[in-house]
């Protein structure tokens, strides 16, 4: 007999990036009394990894828990990013309602979009906030009717539709029911929460039923499954069978060691958890995402959506420039393969294939944001090795056409960059699809375009717009292939000698484009040393001295005046490679290559390929 759990909420937190979901779990912690008075808390306090904190994103889906009249609210803080999609999809299985943080100037986004249809899908009834009300841009009254067209584009319910309202500010700590009122605290929210989002319901005198939605893990007791429990009680001890939806042949039987649920931000050991509740637990070594867990004599998965495909690869190199192995402190391929595979444990969207070298692997990811944060990650836990250029994973259809992942990229731009940006996309095989006026005097456009077309893209953009454009894009599943695209226009500066750059050889070196390096840096044949102004490769010595004489002195050199260099972030390092170049990453640098560094033979490459 199903009945439901008063005492239990589980919400999960949606929406676009940036519109302040983190923040918003900061003040629900807070108020709900988590932390003492006097405890020292830091901003945003959900996003614990630090890529997280300081890029102002979440990667991965947290769970915390608050207490409010002795009501349990499960809490999931998802991110909002597009490549990090497949965080969203799983955790929403988990819970029973959402709230749906909308932005009171930017309004309805792609992304909203993207996490709403999903709530949608699965009947979930949504609390509609709309936060940062305290922005003076703050047009919260044309963004609830823009909500609202969301809802009725994404053919929802009548009782969806009736959903209710609460205008926040997350960082203030103020929610109200009344858009012109100002609240106080977020109490108005709370209570939306209590009245509006069902309670959890199963059957606790059924066989016991848990589905694993996140992996988390970590080094002392190793893989950690996160779910809730659908039917029955688990127990500490309790001996139960690993079933699968999508894998019919899995049945395992296992022993739960350890068993947790949330409280604030900590997780706290419990000896048996019944119905509606959120659980970690360890002591399975090859639990999976997908994965339930089963009474032995009540055996039967629960459905689960299958996780989004990966659209784009790259591979992962050991270092073998010459320069290789001074400042990295893993650098063996044996080093290399445990690192990535050890990130399948908890990254889902994730694939990691051996090639027919033990040297590389291809790495498929959601986006290149998705894989930059591995690079950044893995650079800052001491490795050393080199990437390829991000490439798109191709598929091909019931009638053996080549077909490539596609994306929806809507841009908001001021008008006077229109016109750049629809040449430079059209250019990328982009089709425009809409173009209308957005709030702030900008102009919105809607494209249509290979998820290729976009991959380099985001640093001209900002060029082109000078940094205020907005741009925002969202999967749309895989379409005919569209043809060449030429990616860059300028070739590359080479150093043709090994040595230190010096600053005579860089001076003459200017002239010809934009330089990434200064005077004093190492520098091998073959490394790419800048960018050149034109649309072919150029060859030049960084490393050339002043030949002295007796009428020339060498103070005369301190006369040459350098323009500085471009110094590449990782993001753009990654967006400027060429299909025949590596980046290759260590902890303390970041230099481009050719893929063959000797010049002859590169040569000899470039004419196979014509």
Excluded: W
Aim: aromatic fraction near 6%; glycine fraction near 8%.
């Amino acid at each position: 007999m199903k009945l439901k759990r008063e005492d239990v909420r589980n919400i999960a937190i949606i929406a676009h990036v940036d519109h302040g979901k983190t923040t918003l779990v900061d003040e629900l912690l807070k108020q709900s009394g988590v932390f003492r008075e006097n405890q020292d808390v830091a901003e945003r306090v959900m996003d614990s990894g630090d890529i997280e904190r300081e890029r102002g994103i979440t990667i991965l889906a947290k769970n915390t828990a608050v207490t409010y009249k002795n009501t349990k609210i499960n809490i999931i803080d998802t991110p909002g990013h597009a490549d990090f999609g497949g965080e969203v999809e799983r955790v929403l299985k988990m819970v029973n309602g959402v709230v749906l943080v909308v932005d009171a100037f930017e309004g309805a986004m792609p992304q909203t979009k993207f996490v709403l249809r999903k709530a949608l899908e699965l009947q979930l009834p949504v609390i509609v906030c709309i936060n940062k009300i305290d922005r003076p841009e703050a047009r919260p009254n044309e963004v609830i009717d823009e909500v609202l067209e969301l809802f009725i584009e994404l053919d929802s319910s009548e009782e969806q539709l009736d959903c209710p309202f609460i205008f926040a500010s997350a960082k203030s700590g103020i929610a109200s029911l009344d858009v012109n009122e100002q609240g106080v605290n977020m109490i108005p929210l709370f209570e939306t929460i209590l009245d509006y989002i069902p309670a959890p319901e199963g059957d606790p005198d059924a066989g016991t039923q848990v589905l694993i939605s996140t992996i988390d893990y970590n080094e002392y007791v190793g893989r950690i499954g996160v779910g809730k429990v659908d039917n029955g009680i688990i127990k500490v001890n309790q001996e139960v069978v690993i079933v699968n939806h999508h894998d019919p042949d899995k049945q395992k039987k296992v022993k739960v060691s350890k068993l947790y649920e949330f409280d604030g931000l900590n997780k706290v050991e419990v000896s048996q958890a019944g119905i509606g509740s959120i659980v970690a637990i360890s002591g399975i070594a090859d639990i999976h995402i997908g994965d339930t867990l089963c009474a032995p004599d009540a055996v039967a998965p629960i459905p689960f959506q299958k996780i989004s495909e990966p659209t784009i690869a790259m591979q992962f190199i050991v270092n073998d420039s010459p320069l290789a192995g001074q400042e990295g402190k893993y650098v063996t391929s044996r080093h290399l393969r445990d690192r990535l595979f050890r990130e399948l444990n908890t990254d889902v969207s994730l694939r990691v294939e051996e090639t027919d070298t033990t040297e590389a692997f291809k790495v498929s990811g959601r986006g290149e944001l998705h894989l930059s944060v591995l690079i950044e990650n893995m650079r800052r836990e001491g490795y050393e090795f080199a990437v390829s250029k991000a490439e798109v994973l191709y598929k091909t259809d019931e009638n053996g056409k080549k077909t490539e992942p596609m994306e929806l990229c809507y841009i908001d731009v001021p008008e006077e960059f229109s016109g750049s940006v629809i040449e430079k996309l059209s250019q990328r095989k982009g089709e425009l699809q809409n173009m209308g006026s957005a709030s702030g005097g900008y102009t919105r456009l809607e494209f249509s375009i290979p998820s290729r077309g976009l991959i380099g893209y985001r640093g001209e953009f900002m060029t082109d717009t000078k940094g205020n454009g907005i741009m925002n894009t969202i999967f749309d599943g895989y379409g005919l292939y569209k043809g060449d695209i030429q990616y860059r226009k300028q070739g590359s500066l080479i150093a043709f000698e090994a040595g230190e750059a010096i600053t005579y050889g860089l001076y003459n070196a200017q002239e010809r484009g934009t330089l990434f390096i200064g005077p004093g840096e190492k520098v091998y044949s073959g490394m790419v040393v800048g960018q050149n102004g034109r649309g072919e490769d150029i060859e030049l010595n960084v490393c050339k001295k002043k030949q002295l004489t007796n009428t020339r002195s060498s103070s005369a050199d301190e006369a040459l005046r350098l323009t500085p260099p471009k110094v590449l972030s990782l993001e753009q390092a990654l967006e400027f490679i060429d299909t025949d170049e590596l980046l290759e990453v260590t902890p303390k640098s970041l230099r481009i290559r050719k893929k063959i560094l000797d010049p002859t033979m590169r040569k000899r490459a470039a004419m196979k390929v014509k």
